[in-house]
Nanobody
Framework: QVQLVESGGKLVQAGGSLRLSCAAS????????MAWFRQAPGKGREFVAG????????NYTDSVKGRFTISRDNAKNTVYLQMNSLKPEDTAVYYC???WGKGYSSASPREYDYWGQGTQVTVSS
C-alpha cells in the first residue's frame, strides 16, 4: 500500500520557521517528481513548490519564492519543505504529492497520483 505521510505542521508566530517532511512508503519515489500544495479555508488547492526526480530542478509559486525551499532525500524516500519568514497568509493545510514516473513537477494537481493526508500550518500575527 502506497502512503505519503506529512509531518511538522504546527502553530507558529509570523516571522518564524517550520520544516515539513513527507515520508513515502510502499514504493520508491526516486524516479518521480514531488510537490507540496496547500489549501486554506474556503479556497482551492494551491501549488506551493515542486522538485524533479533527482532534485536538481525546483519551482515555486511567486508568493513563497525566497522564503520556502523544497528538497528531497531519495535514499530516505522523503521530501522536505523548509519554510522561513512565515506570514499569516501561509496558514493552510499542506499536502505532499507524488507524480509517479514523471521526472519534472507540475503546478497542476491533476498530474499527481498520490497524496498525503495533510498537515496543518497556522501562522499567527
Amino acid at each position: 500500500q502506497v502512503q505519503l505521510v506529512e509531518s511538522g505542521g504546527k502553530l507558529v508566530q509570523a516571522g518564524g520557521s517550520l520544516r515539513l517532511s513527507c515520508a513515502a512508503s510502499g514504493r520508491s519515489f526516486g524516479g518521480s517528481a514531488m510537490a507540496w500544495f496547500r489549501q486554506a479555508p474556503g479556497k482551492g488547492r494551491e501549488f506551493v513548490a515542486g522538485i524533479s526526480w533527482a532534485g536538481f530542478t525546483t519551482n515555486y509559486t511567486d508568493s513563497v519564492k525566497g522564503r520556502f525551499t523544497i528538497s528531497r532525500d531519495n535514499a530516505k524516500n522523503t521530501v522536505y519543505l523548509q519554510m522561513n519568514s512565515l506570514k499569516p497568509e501561509d496558514t493552510a493545510v499542506y499536502y505532499c504529492a507524488a507524480a509517479w514516473g514523471k521526472g519534472y513537477s507540475s503546478a497542476s494537481p491533476r498530474e499527481y497520483d498520490y497524496w498525503g493526508q495533510g498537515t496543518q500550518v497556522t501562522v499567527s500575527s
